[in-house]
């Protein structure tokens, strides 16, 4: 029987887990396909700021164009396709290159961490910050979708490190 390594399990975990972000993001996709209006809804509530706090101090700021929900839903979604094809394409270099030499594998790195950083860029910023400081998401009490990011970046930040992580042999 062949015993793994330490250095192969590491390995094989940094190329599971960019899987379970890339199943994650597959998943996503179908639901804003099939269930575009749905997510749309979500999109056009928080940039309109229709049901936060202090609606009126802060009127100026809200996006209340169905054009716009429409392109900036769009352009989340765009996000999301371009970061789930890199991690997939990550995932596959990953797994591709699990018996390389260290220098093969940490390039084959490259796209999973792009990936990553588009991910982290979609959620956080986009989210976090313009959602929940610029549009007051986080004060809507229907329309509040932090909580769900602020998981999604717990599990992608700390990937994006360990992934980085040249540990592996």
């Keep these: 029987m062949n015993r793994l390594t330490t250095s192969q399990v ?10 379970f972000i890339s199943l994650f993001g597959l998943l996503m996709l179908h639901n804003h396909f099939t269930d575009y209006s749905t997510n749309y809804e979500y999109i056009a509530h928080i940039l309109s700021m229709d049901t936060t706090n202090d609606q009126h101090k ?12 429409h392109r900036i839903y769009w352009l989340i979604i765009t996000l999301e396709v371009v970061y789930t ?9 990953l797994y591709k290159n699990i018996n390389s030499n260290r220098e093969q594998f940490h390039e084959a790195k490259k796209p999973a961490l792009i990936g990553l950083l588009i991910a982290l860029f979609l959620y956080y910023v986009g989210f976090q910050v313009i959602g929940a400081e610029w549009f007051n998401m986080d004060e809507s009490k229907t329309w509040n979708y932090q909580d769900r990011s602020r998981y999604i970046i717990d599990f992608i930040f700390p990937l994006l490190i360990y992934i980085a992580m040249k540990i592996e042999r």
């Excluded at 094809?85 to 270099?93: A, N």
């Design 85 to 93: 094809l890199c991690c997939l394409l990550g995932t596959y270099y």
């Design 58 to 69: 802060y009127r100026h700021r809200a996006i209340t164009s169905t054009i716009l929900h």
């Design 10 to 19: 590491i390995r094989l975990s940094k190329a599971t887990l960019m899987l």
